[in-house]
Nanobody, 122 residues
Framework: QVQLVESGGGLVQTGGSLRLSCAAS????????TGWFRQSPGKERDFVSA????????WYADSVKGRFTISRDNAKNTVFLQMNSLKPEDTAVYYC???????????????WGQGTQVTVSS
């Protein structure tokens, strides 16, 4: 079992930045890919970004390319999502997830955090 806890969400103005963190505990010795997803009210949970265990491969949704950067510090069992040039459409609950495969689909991830709210005001 892996437990994930997100932090770093909040309220920011358009053009601002936030840095989300996803801290893992439990069976952290396994080589999991970690992904970030987001969900707005009434919408499906969408892929944002993912990073493999070594950090050598990363993936981004087209909507966040060039603005968001994912990274990880395995010594601290933490994955980060640096979000710059935020837009109102980035407003959502952001979830981190861990799974055994490199994937951008929700179903491929076995463990999920509780989510952190990001609100971007116009």
């Amino acid at each position: 079992q892996v437990q994930l806890v997100e932090s770093g969400g909040g309220l920011v103005q358009t053009g601002g930045s936030l840095r989300l963190s996803c801290a893992a505990s439990g069976r952290t010795s396994s080589t999991y890919t970690t992904g970030w997803f987001r969900q707005s009210p009434g919408k499906e949970r969408d892929f944002v970004s993912a990073i493999n265990w070594s950090g050598g491969n990363t993936w981004y949704a087209d909507s966040v390319k060039g603005r968001f950067t994912i990274s990880r510090d395995n010594a601290k069992n933490t994955v980060f999502l640096q979000m710059n040039s935020l837009k109102p459409e980035d407003t959502a609950v952001y979830y981190c997830a861990a799974g055994p495969k490199d994937s951008i689909t929700v179903a491929s991830y076995d463990y999920w955090g509780q989510g952190t709210q990001v609100t971007v005001s116009s």
